[in-house]
């Protein structure tokens, strides 16, 4: 059974740090393509990091890029977003996803999300 599992999420003041963690089984990890996507209130749901299979390559929205760093750690089958710099505007819950794209077929997992809020 498939299963990924966000933490770490909460109040924090703008210029705070939060460190997300999402930690995954159920599937061969490190086949898979590691994102944090985030949902605000009334908004669609972005993409905001991207780490690849092999761990060698990230990728990251305009909006964060230089505050928020993502990372894996394959013996604990864990994908995390460190946020630093926080803004009102990062308020949003932050959903964990892994992906495999395979020829023709993708394979797509989500967790259930976590909700992180900025604000004094």
């Known amino acids: 059974q498939v299963q990924l599992v966000e933490s770490g999420g909460g109040l924090v003041q703008p210029g705070g740090s939060l460190r997300l963690s999402c930690a995954a089984s159920g599937f061969t990890f490190s086949n898979y393509a590691m994102s944090w996507y985030r949902q605000a209130p009334g908004k669609e749901r972005e993409l905001v990091a991207t780490i690849t299979s092999a761990g060698g390559s990230t990728n990251y929205a305009d909006s964060v890029k230089g505050r928020f760093t993502i990372s894996r750690d394959y013996a604990k089958n864990t994908v995390y977003l460190q946020m630093n710099s926080l803004k009102p505007e990062d308020t949003a819950v932050y959903y964990c996803?892994?992906?495999?794209?395979?020829?023709?077929?993708?394979?797509?997992?989500w967790g259930k999300g976590i909700l992180v809020t900025v604000s004094s």
């Open positions: 996803n892994a992906r495999r794209v395979r020829s023709i077929t993708t394979l797509d997992y």
